[in-house]
């Protein structure tokens, strides 16, 4: 974890691991089709529903149901940008349970390949609205 320059909370977290099957199948799944996700990850995520614009749109709003820790939560979240050359897209969470005890969370998955093995990464940065609050490391 690192902090971010400016705010005294705000933070950054960087998290990657090494996608076994073609990371094109990965960035194609969060970027067009999350709806599927809950078929392939159904422990963790639930469902996917959009509520305004098409998947994989810069501006549209999608909602998130999932679990962490055996709870069920949601988040709601814009599509702030898509870059498929770089196979990277940002959401912006607007609301749900997450905005409770963060501000300003912006989530990035990005999916990158050196040496011929596809890395997929997750980036969250977001501020704390309490100094006591968790920081979001199970996400």
């Known amino acids: 974890m690192e902090a971010a320059v400016g705010t005294p909370l705000s933070y950054k977290l960087v998290a990657g691991i090494a996608f076994k099957a073609a990371g094109d199948i990965f960035h194609d799944l969060v970027w067009k089709k999350p709806d599927t996700l809950s078929n392939v990850i159904p422990s ?52 749900g349970d997450l905005t409770e005890m963060y501000k300003d969370m912006t ?15 997750w980036t969250v940065e977001y501020e704390l609205l309490k100094p006591d609050n968790p920081h979001p490391f199970r996400l």
């Open 44 to 95: 963790k995520i639930q469902d996917c529903v959009l509520h305004e614009g098409n998947y994989g749109t810069t501006g549209s709003t999608i909602e998130w149901k999932y679990t962490v820790d055996g709870k069920e939560q949601c988040a709601k979240q814009v599509i702030q940008e898509v870059d498929d050359a770089s196979r990277r897209i940002v959401f912006k969470m607007i609301d």
């Open 107 to 121: 989530i990035s998955i990005h999916v990158e390949t050196k040496n011929e093995i596809d890395f997929v990464s």
